[in-house]
């Protein structure tokens, strides 16, 4: 079974930096994109950055400037580096992951659980 795993969240003070991991663990034969959502209360989830497996990068226009997302496509894994973190930033952040289970297969989406970031004084 295919899945993947966040860590890194926590409470921070508003300017301040948290780095978010997600790891793909189990069987499977590739991973295409890879993405960072988040949803606040009482609001809809929303992208926050996408990277595909050749490095293409795309922000949400509420980070660009202030995350910085990244992949090794070795170790299966995706990092969100939030710097200038602020009160808005405030969400559980999710991993998605669009995995290929077999050779010839189709894509299907994947998501972590969810990691909880609390940008608070």
């Known amino acids: 079974q295919v899945q993947l795993v966040e860590s ?3 409470l921070v003070q508003p300017g301040g930096s948290l780095r978010l991991s997600c790891a793909a663990s ?17 609001k809809p989830r929303e992208l ?18 202030r995350f910085t ?3 090794d496509n070795v170790k299966n894994t995706v990092t969100l580096q939030m710097n200038s ?14 995995v290929r289970r077999i050779i010839g297969g189709s894509l299907y989406d ?12």
């Open 69 to 71: 997302i990244s992949r």
């Open 85 to 98: 973190l602020k009160p808005e930033d405030t969400a559980v952040y999710y991993c998605k992951a669009a």
């Open 26 to 42: 189990g069987s499977f034969f590739s991973i295409s994109a890879m993405d960072w959502y988040r949803q606040a209360p009482g």
């Open 8 to 10: 890194g969240g926590g």
């Open 48 to 65: 926050v950055a996408t990277i595909s497996n050749e490095g293409s990068i795309i922000y949400g226009s509420s980070v660009k400037g």
């Open 110 to 121: 994947l998501w972590g659980q969810g990691t909880q970031v609390t940008v608070s004084s």
